[in-house]
């Protein structure tokens, strides 16, 4: 059996110091802190960035599937008659429902990129009427791209902005998809 020995008042305080001292110390300091924060900061930054590329990459396909959704309930139902296709029409025929990357309100259709405005009418490609019309203004950079991409099989004629990236009976031309300024106006015609 062990022999108890009085404990040592001087040795007791000090034991006590001692550990004060060491929890006082396993803190952390303000510049530690902050750099955590810092850190915390960018990896979130990063993340949003991520997030946000993807998901406008995913509402410009979304719209593509809309547009050609669109594109043939209106051949369909126009049958090469397109002398009469504007927005009016369609709306008042209920064309524009149903899309989740279109909003309309009364015939002024919006898209869900940009806020730009989708305006329908008869096209020429060879002669008056012989095609419908899509112009979609506002189109964002990051969207641009992956849209005209999507969309440049289902048209017959499609530009951005001044340039023709397809032209009728031609091959797509990728290197005129130019899109700039967050403000990007897309032509497509279709017969």
Not at 12 to 37: D, F, N, P
Not at 83 to 106: E, H, I, P
Not at 144 to 173: E, I, W, Y
């Amino acid at each position: 059996m062990k022999e108890m020995t009085p404990t040592n008042p001087m040795k007791s305080a000090q034991r006590k110091r001692t550990i004060a001292r060491r929890a006082k110390e396993a803190g952390m300091s303000m510049v530690e802190m902050s750099l955590v924060l810092i850190i915390a900061l960018g990896a979130v930054a990063a993340a949003v960035s991520y997030f946000s590329s993807n998901n406008t990459s995913s509402q410009a396909n979304q719209l593509a599937t809309d547009m050609s959704m669109l594109i043939g309930k209106v051949k369909s139902a126009y049958s090469g008659q397109y002398g009469s296709v504007s927005n009016t029409k369609l709306n008042t025929g209920g064309f524009f429902s149903g899309y989740s990357a279109l909003t309309n309100t009364a015939g002024v259709v919006t898209t869900a990129m940009g806020g730009g405005t989708l305006t329908v009418s008869p096209g020429t490609v060879t002669t008056a009427n012989d095609s419908v019309k899509y112009v979609i203004t506002q189109m964002p950079d990051a969207a641009c791209q992956p849209f005209v991409t999507a969309m440049v099989k289902t048209s017959t004629t499609l530009d951005v902005g001044a340039n023709k990236v397809k032209a009728a009976g031609a091959v797509p031309d990728p290197s005129k998809i130019t899109c700039s300024a967050d403000n990007n106006t897309i032509t497509l015609q279709v017969q």
